[in-house]
């Protein structure tokens, strides 16, 4: 059975950062792209960043690129995104996603978990 168990969403400043982690279990992690994905309080779900199997390609959407990192550790079966220079749009449900192709399609996310929010506020 696939798991994907998100933590490390928090309430933070505009202007901080965070450090997501996504433990997966049930597959062979090394062998499948991976992505982040979002969803803010009455919007769609939004794709966020991939990443590849061997972790050396990496792709981000326009509204994260620079701020965000997202990154694998195949050994431990752990993906990761960091948060920087958080602002209020970038609140919401984050949610780590197991992906067949890459770069992956961005607009179905069927295999995914249960999320980690994330709430940027003063």
Known sequence: EVQLVESGGEMVHPGGSLRLTCVASGFDFDRYPMSWARQAPGKDLEWIAAINGWGTRTEYASAVEGRFTISRDNAEN??????????????????????????????????????????VSS
């Not at 209020?88 to 179905?108: A, I, N, Q, T």
């Open 78 to 119: 752990t993906l990761s995104l960091q948060l920087n220079n958080l602002q209020s749009e970038d609140s919401g449900l984050y949610f780590c996603v197991r992906e067949h192709l890459f770069p992956p399609e961005k607009l179905r996310f069927p295999e995914r978990g249960q999320g980690t929010q994330v709430i």
